[in-house]
């Protein structure tokens, strides 16, 4: 059996923890991390409860997993979510190593219910730079910390 | 006085802590928020210390500085960064409505260290899709979380 041998069941999962976040005050997001031996872990957006605006659904429920799991690593993972995920969540799972996303609503569904998702895939995209400047400024020592890290054999690396 | 009148300031202030972390056992990256208030909130590189992936320097800034703020929306709020933000670090940023980010290394130098932010960056452009396939598989009810939201009158936006 791997993770994702029913992604409608997960995908269900997902949605119902959604409508029960806005039933308790949150934002209409779920999302369900399958780990590579099978366990369950859930997320439900939590930005607005804890004054977090990166406790997206599917962000929530990769920190769990990865606490849950004893590893920042979660190789094999897969991730369903009841709403195509955000960039920050994309990132989220990049970093986290899972394996494949499933989604139930679309990146248009968020944005008629007001998000900014799809604006925010197009700062990604290049077209609305001006949402956020980046800006570089290098300063004496920049490349001290990363000298730091190649010298500390100690390191744990990620 | 606005939060970037020193932006020189701050980025020693986010490399003397990216260097501290290398020799707490943590990666090599610090960060700071500074609030439209001036308040200065520190964050420092936790992924391997914490089992947490999404936990960079710049995520753990931002979600300091809202929880001390006591609000997710960040507006007026500067982020000063040892090194360039990830795709992760910049979503984390838009959806905390940060005003403006100033890095001092940038993800060449990440990735002479051994860091993924060049390939998350490319999969961004759209140039490596096989490092995390996203299936969009719609299920009986994908709306209904946006319905709920939608007849929620007493939702909180974001």
Known sequence: MTADFDPGRYLDH?????????????????????????SVHEGSNRVTRDNDPTAHAEVVAIRRAAAASGSF????????????????????AL?????RIYFAADRHG???????DAVFYEYFSGTRPEL??????EVDG?????DAWRHNHARTEY
Do not use: K
């Open 14 to 38: 997902a949605v119902r923890l959604a409508v029960q976040n806005v039933a308790d005050g949150g934002g209409p997001f779920g999302a369900v991390v399958v780990t590579a031996d099978g």
């Open 95 to 99: 970093w986290g190593r899972i394996e």
């Open 132 to 137: 956020l400047p980046v800006l570089h400024s």
């Open 110 to 116: 968020a944005a008629r219910a007001g998000f900014d």
């Open 142 to 146: 920049s490349e001290a910390p990363f």
């Open 73 to 92: 690593n979660l190789s094999g993972a897969v991730l369903y979510t009841s709403c195509e995920p955000c960039p920050l969540c994309l990132s989220a």
